[in-house]
């Protein structure tokens, strides 16, 4: 029986876009390996990060991640490359946009091949439930995020993957302030005190 190898250094990032969450990821000191449909967003992280890539911290994959391994119609928005989805409709918003076929693999056989990561980021538009569905509950990170539908039953997911604790963040009131220690109970109080 095969087991499946631990990363405690590494964190997978499914739906790099611009890098922003890379490079965090990066400075905090952790190995990355970026997933990105996107061939242009690839090439200009490849740029971006040549150091990172140079020293064999940052891995970037240009495929799509699906429920199964294959070729999907990939709809870049070219009004908001952040809305780029292989769900025609969130692709195709704004009207401006074009179709490019991109190989697709599953999430499973990514951690298959690079080890089970510390922490999962999936941010791909319309498509994270469908990208967790491939996973088993030995696949299961110790933490991973996910964007939330209504619509879709991404916790009944995440319960059957043994997550118990979920932490839930509406994105509407979601600040880009600095990060805050843990430890530094006085500073958070104030910030939320300052944001109601």
């Known amino acids: 029986m095969n087991t499946i190898k631990q990363s405690p250094d590494l ?12 490079a965090y990821y990066l400075h ?13 967003l690839c ?13 064999e911290r940052l891995q970037i994959l240009n495929v799509g991640i699906a429920g ?11 009004t908001n490359l952040g809305q780029s989805s292989f769900d025609p409709e969130l692709g195709k918003t704004g009207g401006k946009y074009e179709q490019i076929t991109v190989d697709c693999v599953t999430l499973a056989s990514v951690m298959e091949r690079h080890g089970v990561p510390h922490y999962l980021k999936v941010d791909i538009e319309g498509f994270d439930e469908i990208s967790l ?3 088993r509950p030995e696949l299961a990170p110790p933490y991973i995020s ?6 879709e039953s991404i916790l009944e997911r ?13 994105q509407d009131f979601h600040t880009s302030s600095l990060e805050i220690a843990q430890d530094d109970t006085m500073w958070r109080m104030l ?6």
Not at 28 to 40: F, H, N, S, W
Not at 43 to 55: D, I, L, N
Not at 68 to 78: A, D, E, H, P, V
Not at 146 to 151: Q, R, S
Request: hydrophobic content about 40%; glycine content about 12%.
């Open 133 to 135: 569905s491939t996973l």
């Open 68 to 78: 199964s391994s294959g070729s999907l119609t990939f709809y870049r928005n070219l």
């Open 146 to 151: 996910a964007e939330l539908n209504f619509a």
């Open 11 to 22: 964190i997978i990032d499914v739906g790099m876009c611009d890098g922003g969450d890379t």
């Open 158 to 170: 995440l319960k059957e993957l043994g997550y118990l604790t979920f932490k839930l963040i509406n």
């Open 43 to 55: 090439e200009k992280a490849r740029g971006t990060f040549s150091e990172a890539v140079a020293g």
């Open 28 to 40: 905090k000191g952790y190995r990355v390996l970026a997933i990105e449909a996107d061939p242009l």
């Open 191 to 196: 910030r939320k005190m300052g944001r109601l």
